[in-house]
Nanobody, 125 residues
Framework: HVQLVESGGGSVQAGGSLKLSCKIV????????MGWFRQAPGKGREGVAT???????RYTDSVRGRYTISKDNAKKTLYLQMNELNTEDTAMYHC????????????????????WGQGTQVTVS
């Protein structure tokens, strides 16, 4: 049974930083495209960042330069370092995975991701 388990969320003041983690159980991060998505209250889910098997990273415009997605294949863990947080970053953050196909591994390709974690809440005030 494949699982994605997020952690690291919390409350932070604007301008602060948080680092999210996503532990993957029963498959290798190296074999999949991994991504972070978020959903703010009253809004649809939004792709934030993706990283493919070759470690190519992609970001949505609103977080580029502030967020960094990375992974540790040995630890089977995906990360999202978030800096310069603002109130618009407040959301439930989910990690997700899909087959490592180049055209799929983009933040805007949410529909292609079929493995999802339960999420971790980030609140910026």
């Amino acid at each position: 049974h494949v699982q994605l388990v997020e952690s690291g969320g919390g409350s932070v003041q604007a301008g602060g930083s948080l680092k999210l983690s996503c532990k993957i159980v029963r498959f290798s991060t190296g074999d999949y495209c991994m991504g972070w998505f978020r959903q703010a209250p009253g809004k649809g889910r939004e792709g934030v960042a993706t990283i493919d098997g070759g470690r190519t990273t992609r970001y949505t415009d609103s977080v580029r330069g502030r967020y960094t997605i990375s992974k540790d294949n040995a630890k089977k863990t995906l990360y999202l370092q978030m800096n310069e947080l603002n109130t618009e970053d407040t959301a439930m953050y989910h990690c997700a995975a899909t087959i490592d196909i180049a055209s799929w591994c983009w933040p805007g390709r949410e529909a292609e991701f079929d493995l999802w974690g339960q999420g971790t809440q980030v609140t910026v005030s």
